[in-house]
């Protein structure tokens, strides 16, 4: 018989339909710090504050979403040795493009997690991870030379 102290049982699959979008957003989040690592590749060292500051942000939201599953007695998703690029990035314009793609990517998993999510602290989280990858979006999306900057619903498709 476990008592109120043991840890929760460690389990592969994910308990609930909040823990499994939390491990989509998880996935998101691994996809996009390695992602920025090609978007600052591509841009002059001069240029990367913004590569870096959101690489930093991506893996804080990482550390912490494999700490709440952790809690959760999930084990988190692990993150991949490489990713596949949706086109090549050979400009400072394809690279902010590929970060707009990353942020997108981000803002739909964390739209998902808020549609699945039971717990307040999961929608708080939700929302100002939603709210922080749409402001990175819109600067993204500026140096990209895409109009409209902003999207009205950050995480579904855009008509």
């Given at each position: 018989?476990?008592?109120?102290?043991?840890?929760p049982?460690?389990?592969?699959?994910?308990a609930t339909?909040?823990?499994a979008?939390?491990?989509?957003a998880l996935?998101?989040a691994?996809?996009?710090?390695?992602?920025?690592g090609?978007?600052?590749?591509a841009?002059?060292?001069?240029d990367?504050?913004?590569?870096?500051?959101?690489r930093?942000a991506?893996r804080?939201v990482?550390?912490?979403?494999?700490?709440?599953?952790?809690?959760?007695?999930?084990?988190?998703?692990?993150?991949?040795?490489?990713y596949?690029l949706?086109?090549?990035?050979?400009?400072?314009?394809?690279?902010?493009?590929?970060?707009?793609?990353?942020?997108?990517?981000?803002a739909?998993?964390?739209?998902?997690?808020?549609d699945?999510?039971?717990?307040?602290?999961?929608r708080?989280?939700?929302?100002s991870?939603?709210?922080?990858?749409e402001?990175r979006?819109?600067?993204?999306r500026?140096?990209?030379?895409?109009?409209?900057?902003?999207?009205?619903?950050?995480?579904?498709?855009?008509?």
């Open positions: 018989m476990a008592d109120d102290d043991s840890p049982a460690r389990s592969t699959a994910p339909a909040e823990d979008a939390l491990q989509d996935a998101a691994h996809a996009a710090v390695w992602g920025y090609v978007v600052g590749a841009l002059p060292v001069r990367r504050g913004p590569v870096d500051d959101a930093a991506h804080d990482r550390d912490e979403l494999i700490a709440l599953l952790d809690s959760r007695g999930t084990d988190p998703v692990e993150t991949r040795a490489a596949a949706p086109f090549p990035v050979l400009s400072a314009i394809d690279a902010a493009v590929l970060a707009v793609t990353l942020e997108d990517g981000v739909s998993a964390w739209t998902w997690v808020l699945q999510a039971t717990e307040r602290a999961t708080e989280m939700g929302v991870v939603l709210t922080a990858t402001l979006a819109v600067g993204w500026a140096a990209a030379g895409r109009t409209p900057v902003t999207s009205a619903f950050p995480g579904l498709p855009q008509p």
